[in-house]
C-alpha cells in the first residue's frame, strides 16, 4: 500500500511561481509518479509523469516549458515545479503512483495510488 501526499498549493498571481511536492510512505525508486489535475465543472486532466527508473518525463503540452517534474530520493517525493503560472492553471492538482513501467503514463487509468489533492488558484 502507498499513501501520497501532495503539498505546496496555494494562491498567487498570474506568472508566479509554485513546486508541489508529493510525499509517498516507503521507497518508490521503481514507481511512475503522475501529476494530474480538475478544474472545477472539468474532467481530471493529466499534467506531468515521470518514470522514476529511467527519470523519463511526460508533460501535457500546454506546460510544456513552464511545468518541471523531478524526483528527490533522499526524502522519497517527487516535485512538480511551476513556473508563469496562468488562471488556466487554477485546478485541485493530484499525485498519483504505480509500481513500474505503463505505456500510458498519460492516463489515469494506469495508476493505482492517488493522494488528497492540493488546491492551486492562480489570480489575475
Same mark, same amino acid.
Given at each position: 500500500?502507498?499513501? &501520497?501526499?501532495?503539498?505546496?498549493?496555494?494562491?498567487?498571481?498570474?506568472?508566479?511561481? &509554485?513546486?508541489?511536492? *508529493?510525499?509517498? +510512505?516507503?521507497?518508490? +525508486? #521503481?514507481? #511512475? !509518479?503522475?501529476?494530474?489535475?480538475?478544474? %472545477?465543472? $472539468?474532467?481530471?486532466?493529466?499534467?506531468?509523469? !515521470?518514470?522514476? $527508473? =529511467?527519470?523519463?518525463?511526460?508533460? $501535457?503540452? +500546454?506546460? /510544456?516549458?513552464?511545468?518541471? !517534474?523531478?524526483?528527490?530520493?533522499?526524502?522519497? /517525493?517527487?516535485?512538480?515545479? @511551476?513556473?508563469? &503560472? $496562468?488562471?488556466? =492553471?487554477?485546478?485541485?492538482?493530484? *499525485?498519483?503512483?504505480?509500481?513500474?513501467?505503463?505505456?500510458? %503514463? @498519460?492516463?489515469?487509468?494506469?495508476?493505482?495510488?492517488?493522494?488528497?489533492? #492540493?488546491?492551486?488558484?492562480?489570480?489575475?
Amino acid at each position: 500500500q502507498v499513501q &501520497l501526499v501532495e503539498s505546496g498549493g496555494g494562491l498567487v498571481q498570474t506568472g508566479d511561481s &509554485l513546486r508541489l511536492s *508529493c510525499a509517498a +510512505s516507503g521507497s518508490f +525508486s #521503481t514507481y #511512475t !509518479i503522475g501529476w494530474f489535475r480538475q478544474a %472545477p465543472g $472539468k474532467e481530471r486532466e493529466f499534467v506531468a509523469a !515521470i518514470m522514476l $527508473k =529511467d527519470d523519463s518525463t511526460y508533460y $501535457k503540452d +500546454s506546460v /510544456k516549458g513552464r511545468f518541471a !517534474i523531478s524526483r528527490d530520493d533522499a526524502y522519497n /517525493k517527487v516535485h512538480l515545479q @511551476m513556473n508563469s &503560472l $496562468k488562471s488556466d =492553471d487554477t485546478a485541485v492538482y493530484f *499525485c498519483a503512483a504505480r509500481f513500474g513501467f505503463t505505456a500510458y %503514463p @498519460m492516463n489515469d487509468f494506469s495508476y493505482g495510488y492517488w493522494g488528497q489533492g #492540493t488546491q492551486v488558484t492562480v489570480s489575475s
